[in-house]
């Protein structure tokens, strides 16, 4: 049956998966939970004790994973509050400012670090079933013995199941990914404790904190700025599109408050926790072990090993869900409305992470620092065109339903904004040479905070008495509704 489209809206632009979200089930818990599964990850557990090796004390990360995460809650909120109010994605909150037709090119940039980081974790959480296979099965060895396209036997049935499982959270879209974040996250927070009991009870009780580091190459004031700047950049990404959550909240207090437990309280406490089982793993084996799953390869128990691998299978997949798979999901609906719905766009962005065999892309140097660190340079320019031009130049204010409109407040020239064209284009190529060059790594942790302040700053400066935007917000404002009626209300 052909899709219902409101009056004098294109399908160019809409489609129902793209428009304002009209069943708020995201409350507090399932955004908290949604956050749980982001940071209990193979990525997230690393994290925190790598920024040993840039040369910082135990108090000094901490107190920068502190500053850090507190600066991503604040700047999270501009992100989720522009969801919860307008109820629309990531591509299509882009199109506020960089037109109807322009906001793919944010989307797609996006898109692209999505399904490229999508294979790569889905090949991560792979490990963990072949750590389980080998343990269950020891005949199962001659089959990491081939090589096809770069990975074994075992490792492409490893793969193509982790791969399987995430197609089966499209089922049923959104609604079925909530309902898996609510049990994930908690579930790595109960074997993240009990191997914390574990590692303590094998060393004693006694742990040194001293782990071993780098050295600050240009002091500790520059790693300990550094350090809090990259606990913002491993959030980058979502920073961008948390609205593709958020929009599905039933109030601005529901977001505030899952960020404020989800990133802030659970991402300190999930950080001293994985400081402190790689702090014993010194006492008990001898050297520090980064990896939990390798910890957990380590007890003897076959049980306790299964119970780690798979729940640690699980929070890869939960983080890949949440940073690498909805987002692409949207963003290429976004491109063809009429023929690519949200699962749609999902399957395409599966298929194209498998053929890309993601192991390859992961053991390349070059790709994974020019290629994957050049997009992600990209991603501070886009935050700070779009919330500058949703918070500053626009004050809140969005005709929503011109977002879905050809001819509209946001139709701009032919679809295009050229004015946040241009701030991007400024501001990309400052940002991806700081982030790239070898000359700039005394700036290259600060890439993202520089693209974006460029990018803020050339955008209001252009954009600040353009006639157009002030009658876009003039519109908007005369017709929003009383307080309390939902965003879709507003079409």
Not at 40 to 63: D, E, K, N, P, R
Not at 265 to 289: D, L, M, P, R, W
Not at 425 to 443: E, K, N, R
Not at 468 to 480: F, M, Q, Y
């Amino acid at each position: 049956m052909a899709e219902s489209i409101p009056a004098g809206y294109s399908p160019r632009l809409y489609n129902e998966d793209l428009a304002p979200a009209e069943h708020r089930k995201w409350g507090f818990y399932s955004l908290f939970a949604m956050w749980m599964s982001d940071i209990h990850s193979l990525g997230g557990y690393t994290f925190a004790a790598g920024l040993f090796a840039i040369g910082l004390g135990a108090w000094q990360v901490f107190l920068a994973l502190v500053v850090g995460i507190v600066i991503v809650f604040l700047l999270m909120n501009l992100s989720g509050y522009a969801g919860q109010k307008t109820g629309v994605p990531y591509p299509v909150l882009a199109r506020i400012s960089f037109g109807t037709i322009g906001a793919n090119l944010p989307a797609l940039i996006r898109a692209l670090v999505a399904i490229a980081w999508y294979g790569i974790q889905t090949w991560l959480a792979s490990r963990a079933v072949i750590i389980i296979a080998l343990k269950i099965w020891p005949g199962a060895q001659g089959l990491t013995e081939n090589n096809f396209l770069g990975e074994s036997t075992l490792g492409w049935l490893g793969f193509l199941l982790m791969w399987a499982l995430q197609l089966v959270l499209l089922r049923n879209g959104m609604d079925t990914i909530r309902r898996f974040q609510d049990w994930a996250g908690p579930a790595v927070w109960v074997v993240m404790g009990l191997l914390v009991v574990y590692i303590l009870l094998k060393a004693g009780w006694k742990v040194s904190f001293e782990l071993q580091g780098g050295t600050a190459t240009w002091g500790v004031g520059h790693a300990f700025a550094a350090a809090i700047a990259l606990t913002v950049t491993y959030f980058s990404t979502l920073l961008l599109n948390f609205c593709d959550f958020s929009r599905f909240a039933p109030d601005r207090r529901s977001v505030w408050s899952a960020n404020l437990w989800g990133l802030p309280v659970n991402f300190i406490a999930f950080s001293v926790v994985s400081v402190v089982v790689t702090a014993g793993t010194y006492q008990v084996y001898g050297k520090h072990i980064y990896d939990p799953v390798e910890i957990v390869g380590r007890i003897d128990s076959v049980w306790a090993l299964l119970l780690g691998a798979v729940t640690f299978a699980v929070a890869t997949l939960g983080i890949n869900v949440v940073a690498n798979f909805v987002s692409p999901a949207y963003d290429l609906a976004n491109v063809w409305p009429e023929k690519i719905t949200f699962k749609r766009g999902g399957l395409i962005a599966a298929l194209i992470a498998l053929v890309i065999t993601p192991w390859n892309l992961f053991n390349s140097p070059v790709v994974v620092n020019l290629f994957l660190g050049g997009l992600g340079a990209l991603l501070g320019p886009l935050f700070g065109i779009i919330m500058v031009d949703y918070y500053v130049l626009r004050r809140q204010h969005v005709a929503v339903g011109d977002l879905f409109r050809e001819r509209g407040y946001y139709t701009y020239r032919n679809g295009w904004n050229l004015k946040a064209v241009g701030s991007f284009a400024v501001s990309a190529v400052p940002a991806v040479i700081v982030a790239l060059v070898p000359a700039f790594d005394y700036l290259a942790p600060f890439s993202w905070f520089i693209g974006a302040a460029i990018a803020a700053v050339v955008h209001w400066a252009i954009s600040r008495h353009d006639t157009s935007i002030a009658e876009s917000v003039a519109a908007a404002a005369a017709a929003e509704p009383a307080a309390g009626r939902p965003p879709e209300a507003r079409i």
